[in-house]
């Protein structure tokens, strides 16, 4: 083959190297999809109109996520409608239960919300969302929750403090964290696939309860904690970044060292929230 045409396959090689490199890194440089994040709230006992904005708002300041938004229910014991559809939980990568319906007793109903998590949907759950369905004869939600809680103490602020400092969801955590007021919910059983991650001493059991933990169900993955149930506790800093931390964790998008994974970081444009509401 002459030189010359040598010399012009080389550049012709060369060139198509580096296109190839460029399309390469421009598919790394894609942003990750956003989380589909669906949250369920309602019920009773609890300000759930502004909690669900907290929640939402200061995830997505956290961590890449989109939502869709759920508020239904004004009572304890209302079953919901968007629950008894079997397929509610089809095209979400979480779903956050952050509801209080401690009154409903109906073991199929409650056994169609929590299949979605066996099968793999991962779940966060917040505050009395570990009291809802306690009352049934099914365990499958506790089973899924990883504890069981029947009541709680008095109002009065809580010293949480870690008891797995390694794990990436408490990278961050104070050694103690005094919250501004609290509920402290009385853990009765812990189910055997839940680790806890933090606790809160109880002034009338007079010893330590599981807040905060993480738990394995079926083929779902859950982050729980029984903190939130005022809105000035859910607004502080710690909390938030605890409970974006644990979203991430229950969906394989948080490293080792507690970050998001590439591509899972905060929008830019996510929206900020109030420090001073209460």
Sequence with gaps: MPL????????????????????????????????????????SSHDYPSQQQILSEGISRRANVEWKIVLQGETRDTMIEFYKN????DGYDV???NECFGGVQDDAFIEQIAKPHFDGVPAVTIHCSTHSYRNAKTDEWRKLLGVSSFGHETHYPLAVKPVQHE???MKGFPETWNTPNGELYIIEK??????????????????????????TYGK???????????????RQEVYLDMVA???????????????????????????????NSQ
Aim: hydrophobic residues 40%; contains cysteine; glycine residues 8%.
């Design 167 to 169: 794990h990436p969801i």
């Design 245 to 275: 931390r644990g979203l991430l964790w229950a969906c394989k998008k948080l490293d080792d060292d507690g970050k998001p994974l590439p591509g899972y970081e905060a929008a830019k444009s996510a929206t900020a929230i109030p420090a």
């Design 86 to 89: 079997p397929n509610w939980a």
């Design 220 to 234: 779902g993955r859950l982050f729980g904690t029984t903190i939130g149930h005022h809105n000035i506790t859910m």
């Design 95 to 97: 779903v956050v239960h």
């Design 4 to 43: 010359r045409r040598r010399i012009l396959f080389a550049l012709l090689a060369m060139i198509c190297i580096s296109i190839s490199d460029r399309l390469l890194l421009a598919d790394d440089d894609k942003p990750a999809n956003p989380l589909k994040a669906l949250l369920i709230t309602g019920g």
């Design 190 to 215: 812990q189910w055997p696939n839940c680790v806890p991650l933090a606790q809160a001493y109880g002034k009338r059991t007079e010893k330590n309860h599981t807040c905060v933990w993480v738990n």
